[in-house]
């Protein structure tokens, strides 16, 4: 049995003892990382989402889909853009969420029969965890490189979001066995990380709203920046990244969001609660891992709080 690594990526050091390993498939239909990302000039003003200056320019690809992201420079827009890249031009309906990257897929496979801690005190593999889900463990390695960038799948809207909701919430889980985000923050996947926010924040994922991946779009821009920047890359000021996360705030507040005020209210309070607006610490704590136990009645109560301002529009 041999896993074989695509062009350009490591084979992973270890690899578990599973039957039916099939080879990662290499047909990428993403924009490279090295592309320069192009640039569109309006006649509007808006806020570059990295350094904050006003600019007519936004990226092309996103204007396409709806999405203004506004960047003053191409250098600027590079800068994000390992990240924004597996996202960029994501039409507004479903949301924003990329297949996993080669990485992500590779490290999955080769360390899905570690186990971690998992939320409600559980602790399993990822192979036991897709087992009871209904996934036999002989399925497992095509069911994760199915949901691989640059593979011929259709988008299947719930079970493949389902899917990678769960794969990178139990990834997430592994790399960060303290459960502090804020020791980890530079080695891992941003969209672990922005999976486990929007989680959190939204657990009822509304991707029918308007402003929900205008707001995704533009966490994922501020969180690419604080991952660079406490990985120390030094183009990288806490400056940029205070105002990627200020453009969060300014979007849902603006018109294009069509955003519900108890809504924005709702969605600020848990932004705030769990990252700090000053610091920028991340407070967000995995499920299980808080001082008072599990998340679950704080999960309840948001959702309430959103019913009941969608109730009272
Ligand atoms: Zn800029
Ligand atoms: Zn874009
Ligand atoms: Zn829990």
């Not at 990526?9 to 003892?17: A, F, G």
């Not at 990257?101 to 939320?119: F, G, I, Q, Y």
């Not at 959190?200 to 533009?218: E, F, S």
């Amino acid at each position: 049995m041999t896993l074989h690594a695509p062009p350009g990526l490591p084979l992973p050091s270890r690899v578990p003892t599973i039957a039916a390993m099939t080879p990662l498939p290499d047909s990428p239909k993403l924009s490279p990382t090295d592309e320069t990302p192009a640039q569109t000039e309006v006649k509007r003003i808006g806020a570059c989402l990295v350094c904050g200056e006003e600019t007519t320019k936004l990226c092309s690809k996103c204007l396409g889909a709806g999405h203004e992201l506004f960047f003053c420079s191409p250098e600027h827009q590079k800068l994000i853009w390992r990240d924004h890249h597996r996202v960029c031009g994501r039409p507004l309906v479903p949301d924003s969420r990329p297949w996993l990257s080669k990485l992500e897929a590779l490290e999955a496979v080769a360390n899905m029969d570690v186990p971690r801690r998992l939320p409600h005190g559980k602790i399993a593999s990822l192979i036991e965890f897709l087992n009871e889900a209904g996934c036999a463990t002989r399925f497992i390695v095509t069911h994760i490189y199915r949901l691989t960038e640059g593979h011929e799948h259709p988008y299947d809207s719930y079970t493949s979001h389902a899917a990678l909701v769960d794969i990178r919430m139990l990834e997430l889980r592994r790399r960060c066995p303290a459960g502090d985000l804020n020791e980890v923050l530079g080695t891992i996947d941003t969209f672990q990380l922005t999976n486990e926010l929007l989680y959190q924040l939204w657990p009822c994922m509304p991707t029918n709203k308007v402003w929900y991946p205008g707001a995704n779009h533009r966490l994922v821009i501020f969180l690419s920046l604080l991952r660079q920047f406490r990985a120390g890359n030094p183009s990288v000021s806490l400056e940029f990244c205070r105002n990627a996360y200020k453009q969060i705030e300014v979007f849902l507040a603006s018109p294009a969001a069509k955003m519900l005020s108890a809504e924005r209210d709702v969605f600020l309070d848990g932004l705030h609660a769990y990252i700090d607006p000053e610091t920028l610490v991340i407070r967000l704590p995995l499920c299980d891992y808080t001082p008072e136990g599990c998340m679950a009645a704080e999960f309840k109560e948001r959702i309430g709080r959103w019913r009941r301002a969608v109730a009272a529009k």
